[in-house]
């Protein structure tokens, strides 16, 4: 079955430290896309991110970088020298047919 | 440029009242369509989704409805809301199949909807 798995309900961080958000799924498919989406206090879903499974090469993007791991599963999310701006709830997702399949997603916070 | 719009943006109702939220997108053609609920403090729900004018695809039993009247127009209805329908409602849009940006969805603004 299609599952994606964020067991981190909420990290708490201060300004500047590093902080990375897990992301673990199961998929039936040989070929998917993973994909991180970032909603910030106002509500809406701001796509980050996707990643196609037979491309593993880690991806960086100014202070983002995301590591995906076939072998285990996972597409971790890191966010460097965080700030206040980032505090938002982080979903993961994981492509199914015509639609998507997010995780519980991951609250974190950023104190100056 | 693609842009999708949901309204209202917040809404009160009482319980046993109809509910009709709209979500209309421009700059793209024949998109795929999806309506998702998200209770407080909760992940996303999938409620409903189309591939088409008229072709609707319901994830979760419930006392909601969907249409698509028009390529770029989702409504999402209900006859009789319950106090278990509030939530915050998010539209989102991808691309059709065939375009390279098939898979990631674009989100509306989401509209808060609370039921007393």
């Known amino acids: 079955a299609q599952k994606v798995t964020q067991a981190q309900t909420e990290i708490s961080v201060v300004e500047k430290e590093d902080v990375t958000l897990d992301c673990v799924y199961e998929?039936?498919?040989?070929?998917?896309?993973l994909f991180w989406y970032k909603q910030p206090p106002s509500g809406e879903l701001v796509f980050l991110i996707r990643?196609?499974?037979?491309?593993?090469q880690n991806e960086i993007s100014g202070r983002y970088s995301w590591n995906f791991q076939k072998s285990t599963s996972s597409f971790n999310f890191t966010i460097t020298a965080s700030q206040v701006v980032d505090s938002a709830v982080y979903f993961c997702?994981?492509?199914?047919?015509?639609?998507?399949?997010f995780g519980t997603g991951t609250r974190l916070q950023v104190f100056p | 440029s693609q842009t999708i719009h949901q309204w209202p943006a917040t809404l009160v109702q009482p319980v046993g009242s109809p509910l009709s939220l709209e979500c209309t997108v421009e700059?793209?053609?024949?998109?795929?369509l999806y309506w998702y609920r998200q209770a407080a403090g909760r992940g996303l729900q999938l409620l409903f989704y189309?591939?088409?004018?008229?072709?609707i695809s319901s994830e979760v039993p419930q006392n909601l409805s969907a249409s698509r009247p028009q390529d770029r127009q989702f409504i999402l209805s209900s006859k009789k809301l319950l106090l278990s329908d509030s939530g915050f409602y998010l539209c989102?849009?991808?691309?059709?199949?065939?375009?390279?940006?098939?898979?990631?969805?674009?989100f509306g603004p989401g509209t808060r909807l609370t039921v007393t």
């Open positions: 989102a849009w991808s691309a059709p199949a065939q375009d390279p940006r098939t898979y990631e969805q674009y």
């Open positions: 998929t039936r498919d040989t070929t998917y896309y």
């Open positions: 990643r196609n499974s037979f491309d593993e």
């Open positions: 997702a994981l492509d199914d047919t015509d639609k998507l399949i």
């Open positions: 700059g793209t053609s024949n998109p795929n």
């Open positions: 189309s591939v088409g004018i008229g072709q």
